[in-house]
């Protein structure tokens, strides 16, 4: 009900009741009804002025004022409508608002602010393991070991290693940042997932081979081989290089089976591009399925950190599909493998 409506009938209401009450004082002196009649109508004026005055008016400008200082820059910018009915119900009804919003924005801080100290800690720890050992290896080459022909290239190494590692960690962090923060663009255009695939295990078999690493990579198209997807190709080759390179990484040693296999799902209009990435490693415990995804969490601290592993990129991975608007899942049993599944933007026929 609008108010004014609402401020109206309330004004008229207790008009009436006086009105009512003077004639039932007034019935023994029938000649005055028109003074009655008077009397009420005075009843009214008076009745709304004062209810005007001060009550309504002192409402209204309360209730303006709560909007005005929620709505400030400096303030916790909610936005309240203005009142539709009774202007007591209304302010109520605003205060519980805000205590409301107040209450979650307050909660989100916390956690925020919770989240905030666990990532710093993260990071420190991460920067300084690279850093001491750099740290090491330059002190030890110092003191003598340098003139040593046996172990300076291999310290050498090492300390290059590291540095490696360190690069690798902060450009990770570097794109984490931008994802969250919104300042990473992507530049959205249509390209064949069969050939990026292809583009992948190329560069994936090639390391390998450097690496001495006995690789095996295959890719079941489902005849999509002229199938386009709609993203950022290379935030999506990103994407497929750190899950199949998490693949072989982890893999067995002996020998590395890693498959690809894609499919399109879905009615009409809300058909999706799956792209499944399937290895032969030792699988993931059903306890870590859930939190494999977040920052610097490992199932195998010592041995990722030995494989060079930020512990980011599986957070990296969630985040650049989620800017796309795609989900990825992941599916394993111990000792038999892990198939990790993300979606895409098929480009349909018209």
């Known amino acids: 009900m609008n108010p004014l409506l609402a401020q109206i009938l309330v004004t008229l209401g207790i008009s009436l009741l006086l009105t009512l009450g ?28 004062s209810l005007e005055l001060f009550f309504y008016r002192r409402l209204r400008r309360l209730h ?32 519980l608002e805000v205590h409301t919003k107040l209450r979650k924005e307050f909660a989100e801080m916390r956690e925020m602010d919770i989240f905030r100290r ?27 070991a ?16 590291n540095v490696f590692r360190l690069e690798t960690l902060v450009r ?24 990026l695939v292809l583009d992948v295990f190329e560069t994936q078999s090639d390391k390998s081979q450097k690496e001495g690493r006995r690789v095996e990579l ?25 899950l199949v390179n998490n693949a072989i990484k982890y893999g067995p040693e002996d020998q590395v089976n890693v498959e690809v296999e ?32 977040e920052r610097f969490y490992r199932i195998d601290k010592s041995r990722s950190r030995e494989m060079g592993g930020t512990g980011l990129g599986l957070s990296i991975v969630k985040y650049l599909l989620e800017a796309h608007q795609q989900d990825i899942t992941v599916q394993s049993v111990p000792g038999q493998g892990t198939t990790f599944t993300f979606t895409l933007e098929p480009v349909l026929p018209r």
């Open 146 to 161: 340098l003139e040593d022909k046996r172990v300076n290239r291999k310290f050498l190494k090492k300390a290059l290693s």
């Open 22 to 49: 003077m004639v039932v004082l007034g019935q023994q002196h029938p000649s005055h009804g028109w003074a009655l009649w008077t009397f009420g109508g005075l009843c009214v004026g008076v009745v709304g002025l």
């Open 172 to 195: 990770d962090l570097l794109t984490i940042s931008q994802l969250e923060s919104g300042q990473l663009r992507m530049e959205v255009s249509e390209f064949k997932i069969y050939d």
């Open 218 to 242: 295959s890719l079941k198209t489902g005849n999509l081989e002229n199938t386009y997807a709609r993203g950022d190709k290379e935030r999506i080759r990103q994407v497929l290089e750190n």
């Open 64 to 95: 303006r004022r709560i909007r005005q200082n929620l709505r400030r820059k400096d303030g916790p910018n909610i936005h309240l409508d203005a009142p539709s009915g009774d202007l007591i119900e209304a302010i109520y009804q605003s205060m």
């Open 262 to 293: 894609l499919k399109i799902q879905g009615h009409n209009g809300h058909r999706r591009l799956y792209i499944s990435v399937r290895d032969n490693g030792p699988g993931i415990a059903p306890e870590h399925l859930t939190r494999i995804f």
């Open 118 to 144: 666990e990532f710093l800690g993260d990071v420190s720890h991460e920067l300084k393991t690279p850093i001491f050992a750099i740290q090491g290896y330059v002190e030890t080459l110092l003191d003598g």
